[in-house]
């Protein structure tokens, strides 16, 4: 496993990055995960219907590949993309989501912060507020995209969309939560229990 720790990113590109990656990786290759932050910006998954977009105003709206419906990324907000080869692991995708609200969950968890997932809509919830979304893409047996979880940001662009579909879905963060961290600090805590979950490769990877 590569974790690569990217900064703050652009969408678009590191999107691009991802699709590249998971078109070209040669078989045995090392899975990857990319952590990252992005400048403001609304991403509509596939099935994205168009009214969940309220009033984007200046902030970039972008149509990508990754499931789900119209969600907000910006500075302050954990972004993990997980670029796996799922057959080499023998994952299915509701298992790899299930494994990724866990691994929120129990890094929650350590706050003292009490959190659950949602059979019909994908991410985590504190009290019925989301704090973390989820998002996924599976190509040739790969997957790319992943999670973001909100740390300490300006959560007023959410009031601009209907958050993943769902409309007057309160939305927090963890310094709403009263917790004092940064992104590196987060990551720190998400990255060790994410990488735990996941089933060993069944290949080892191919070293170039």
Same mark, same amino acid.
Request: glycine share 10%; charged share 20%; aromatic share 4%.
């Given at each position: 496993?590569?974790?690569?720790?990217l900064?703050?990113?652009d969408?678009?590109a590191?999107?691009?990055?991802?699709r590249?990656?998971?078109?070209?990786?040669?078989?045995?290759?090392a899975?990857?995960?990319?952590?990252?932050?992005?400048?403001?910006?609304?991403?509509l998954?596939?099935?994205?219907?168009?009214?969940?977009?309220?009033a984007p105003?200046?902030?970039?709206?972008?149509?990508?590949?990754?499931?789900?419906?119209?969600?907000?990324?910006g500075?302050?907000?954990?972004?993990?993309?997980?670029?796996?080869?799922?057959?080499?692991?023998?994952?299915?995708?509701?298992?790899?989501?299930? /494994?990724?609200?866990?691994? =929120?969950? %129990?890094?929650?968890?350590?706050? &003292?912060?009490?959190?659950? *997932? #949602?059979?019909?809509? @994908?991410?985590?919830?504190?009290?019925?507020?989301?704090?973390?979304s989820?998002?996924?893409?599976?190509?040739?047996?790969?997957?790319?995209?992943?999670?973001?979880?909100?740390?300490?940001?300006?959560?007023e662009?959410?009031?601009?969309?209907?958050?993943?579909?769902?409309?007057? /879905?309160?939305?927090?963060? =963890?310094? %709403?939560?009263?917790?004092?961290? &940064?992104?590196?600090?987060? *990551? #720190?805590?998400?990255? @060790?229990?994410?990488?735990?979950?996941?089933?060993?490769?069944?290949?080892?990877?191919?070293?170039?």
């Amino acid at each position: 496993m590569t974790i690569r720790h990217l900064g703050r990113s652009d969408y678009h590109a590191t999107w691009a990055a991802m699709r590249d990656h998971t078109e070209n990786a040669p078989p045995g290759a090392a899975d990857e995960i990319w952590v990252t932050e992005h400048p403001p910006v609304f991403t509509l998954g596939r099935n994205a219907r168009p009214e969940h977009l309220l009033a984007p105003g200046d902030i970039p709206v972008i149509a990508s590949d990754r499931g789900g419906q119209v969600t907000y990324h910006g500075p302050g907000q954990l972004i993990v993309y997980l670029l796996l080869d799922l057959r080499r692991r023998g994952l299915g995708v509701r298992e790899l989501v299930t /494994l990724m609200e866990q691994a =929120l969950i %129990d890094t929650l968890a350590h706050w &003292d912060i009490t959190a659950h *997932a #949602r059979p019909d809509a @994908p991410g985590v919830y504190v009290d019925g507020a989301k704090i973390a979304s989820l998002g996924l893409r599976i190509r040739r047996g790969r997957s790319y995209h992943g999670l973001a979880l909100n740390v300490d940001m300006d959560l007023e662009p959410f009031s601009r969309i209907n958050p993943c579909g769902h409309a007057g /879905l309160p939305v927090t963060q =963890l310094r %709403d939560l009263g917790i004092d961290t &940064d992104l590196p600090g987060a *990551a #720190r805590l998400l990255l @060790p229990r994410l990488t735990r979950r996941l089933p060993p490769a069944t290949v080892p990877p191919r070293h170039i």
